[in-house]
């Protein structure tokens, strides 16, 4: 069954990327008109993780299989064979892969035969075989069967010609004291055209003559193949560049012809996932450098790549998903990668989001907002949205209304029904950085910059960095991954940030050792005067608030008041030390509303003083609550929040203005869900 993907429109309508690249619609397989001719772009999906490249690509899979020949490889996971010989790597391990899905009849496509592309393996399949090793030449080229049975199913698939290779091998060892990979090479080429090929398929032999400096000779061609595959380095790289055009012309000729005919009808689809990593640039550049010498082929390639500034990208054009909803041009130029169009995939709108919710608790069950709160939290994040909008709808219908994206991070969500359910926030984790050890991360997370995060390593993590600088280490990690940088934050996404920091509160069970020694390290760190604010956050995160209060009366009387506010927010965006499974309004709420004294007030206070310093505790907490990505906009809180910031506009004596646009313009910031415009009222919410 299909997930459903939203915000993806620009690929899957009738007249889409998809449908305009490969020439049918998708699932009704409507012939439309290409919008590139006979020269379509490589065309490279981009983003970071969680953005539903994979998922797009096994949607178009989906969408188009069995009306036109389709693979799906991906090429950050290519599986060795157990004791495989000499002749198998990842490119050709993946081109066989590729002739695997290719090749079967689909309902509206004929079967596809891979006769070039089957000699060619088989050739560097030859290499450094040796006479005391017959086993692993058998081995060899019986993995090679479900390649060749592409050109013969009954012949490829069966033994016979395995154990007559293998004896003219053996007759060939006989005569040869040093066998080279070329002789072995056109000795079992010639045993599989003789024993698999029928006569017309021989003829595809030939087209190895156009290997360098063969002269159009085919078994020549072969034989060099399989010696520069043997001898490594560029000449290596130039044999494997030929095995790719191979796989083409193959699925060129399982067109060429029977276009006329009606029997093939739209393009062949090659969906290459993780192709930033080595593997995807060597299975693009030779179909690339082919196009751009004017070798047209059939194959509509989508790819998908995490780096969106990678090399392999550098004379890509770039557009944006929603701009390619009718259109997406593609100029090529003098630079292979000009025929690259790289398509950046964009968040999932609030629309989108509240649509994944929908769809889960059709009923409306859950907080009005808990929606669009959890796409604050994402970011828009495909793979967050859908996650959480999944453990929403799986969330008993009785604890439903109570729910908040920091809520939905604490429960299990079931995934498949084979397996039990998984702790959400450890999962969608796992998926955001896969194989990272979360543990020192989660540390780090709590860090505002370079330096204090290398102080944490230093201090709570040592001897987790024996190589060098954990801080450094981690931020190239996290560049390389294409996570955002700011200078706030150590870790700048909010959603990776509040996963990582939800592992370090929880951790180490109630005690929440690990999450107080953490604050309390960054807390020490900052000096009394101007490290003061990151102090009291880290008090905040601490779970004290008094001294926050104090510092914000202290200062209120100051002209700066534009600045006041910017420490205001900057304290209180402190993550919240929350108690897992906790039931009922979050204890900030009633601070906030002036429904919880407190224990202790400071000494010394008149009556004025005092009644300035609840009205900062109240309106400390309030933006405490208001701000949190975790939690949800409270009505009333909102309402309060203005009116304590109107109050404090009247007993400024300078800074009445900037209070009272505060009061006018962050209660809608915080219902357009934006961060609190500083100064008040100015639109970006710097």
Not at 112 to 123: H, I, K, T, Y
Not at 422 to 447: D, F, I, N, Q
Not at 499 to 506: Q, T
Request: with cysteine.
């Amino acid at each position: 069954m299909d997930r459903e993907l939203y915000g993806r429109e620009a690929v899957f309508q009738d007249s889409g990327l998809a449908a305009r690249l490969i020439g049918l619609t998708p699932y009704r397989f409507a012939r439309t008109a290409y919008e590139h001719g006979d020269d379509p772009p490589v065309t490279v999906f981009t983003g970071g993780r969680g953005m539903g490249k994979t998922a797009l690509l096994k949607q178009v899979r989906n969408a188009y299989k069995g009306a036109t020949p389709l693979a799906l490889l991906d090429c950050a996971h290519i599986e060795p064979p157990a004791d495989h010989g000499p002749g198998w790597n990842e490119l050709t391990g993946a081109l066989a892969e590729l002739a695997g899905q290719f090749a079967p009849r689909g309902f509206a496509s004929a079967p596809v035969e891979f006769p070039r592309l089957s000699l060619g393996l088989v050739a560097v399949a030859s290499t450094s075989w040796s006479r005391e090793d017959e086993e692993r030449a058998r081995h060899d080229l019986q993995r090679l069967g479900p390649v060749l049975a592409t050109v013969d199913a009954a012949k490829g698939a069966g033994a016979t010609w395995v154990t007559k290779v293998l004896s003219k091998l053996a007759a060939n060892f006989a005569e040869a004291t040093a066998p080279m990979a070329g002789l072995l090479a056109e000795a079992t080429v010639e045993t599989v055209l003789e024993e698999v090929f029928g006569r017309s398929q021989r003829r595809s032999e030939s087209w190895y003559g156009n290997y360098r400096n063969a002269g159009g000779r085919g078994k020549i061609g072969l034989q060099y193949l399989a010696n520069d595959f043997e001898q490594g380095g560029r000449r290596r790289q130039e044999a494997e560049s030929f095995l790719v055009g191979a796989l083409v012309e193959d699925l060129n000729r399982a067109f060429t012809g029977l276009l006329r005919a009606g029997a093939r009808s739209g393009r062949p689809v090659l969906l290459l996932d993780n192709a930033h990593e080595p593997l995807g640039r060597q299975l693009i550049e030779p179909i690339l450098r082919d196009r751009t010498a004017g070798r047209r082929d059939r194959v509509v390639v989508l790819a998908s790549s995490r780096v969106r500034d990678h090399e392999g990208m550098r004379r890509a054009t770039r557009l944006r998903l929603p701009e390619t909803t009718r259109l997406a041009p593609c100029p090529r130029g003098t630079d292979i990668t000009s025929g690259i169009l790289a398509v950046e995939l964009t968040p999932l709108s609030p629309a989108h989001a509240q649509s994944a919710f929908d769809r889960h608790d059709p009923a409306g069950r859950t907080p009005a907002d808990l929606a669009r709160g959890v796409h604050r939290l994402t970011g828009g994040r495909p793979l967050g949205v859908t996650l959480l909008g999944r453990t929403a709808g799986e969330t008993p219908v009785e604890l439903r209304p109570a729910l908040t994206p920091g809520a939905l991070l604490d429960l299990r969500v079931e995934l498949r029904e084979d397996t039990p359910p998984v702790p959400v926030a450890p999962t969608l984790l796992g998926e955001l950085l896969p194989g990272e050890h979360h543990g020192r991360l989660a540390v780090l997370a709590a860090a505002h910059d370079e330096t204090s995060a290398r102080l944490l390593a230093h201090t709570r993590l040592p001897g987790e960095s024996p190589d060098g600088d954990m801080a450094l280490e981690v931020r190239d990690r996290l560049r390389a991954e294409g996570w955002p940088e700011s200078r706030e934050h150590f870790v700048a996404d909010p959603l990776l940030r509040a996963l990582l920091l939800h592992r370090l509160r929880f951790e180490d069970g109630e005690g929440y050792a690990t999450w107080r020694a953490v604050h309390e390290t960054l807390h020490r760190h900052y000096d009394l005067e101007a490290g003061l604010a990151y102090r009291l956050h880290h008090e905040l995160a601490l779970g004290r608030t008094q001294q926050a209060v104090t510092h914000l009366r202290v200062t209120f009387p100051r002209p700066d008041i534009e600045h006041w506010l910017g420490r205001l927010r900057f304290i209180a965006s402190a993550p919240y030390p929350r108690t897992r499974d906790r039931t009922g309004p979050d204890p900030r709420r009633a601070v906030a509303l002036g429904q919880r004294p407190p224990d202790l007030m400071p000494a010394g206070l008149d009556a004025d003083t005092t009644e300035l310093h609840l009205r900062l505790r109240r309106l400390l907490h309030a933006v405490w609550l208001l701000t949190d990505p975790l939690a949800l906009p409270d009505g009333e809180v909102i309402e309060k929040l203005a009116f304590e910031l109107r109050q404090l506009s009247g007993r400024h004596l300078t800074g009445n203005r900037p209070l009272w646009d505060a009061a006018t313009h962050w209660p809608t910031d915080i219902r357009a869900w934006r961060e609190l415009s500083l100064p008040p009222a100015r639109e970006d919410g710097v």
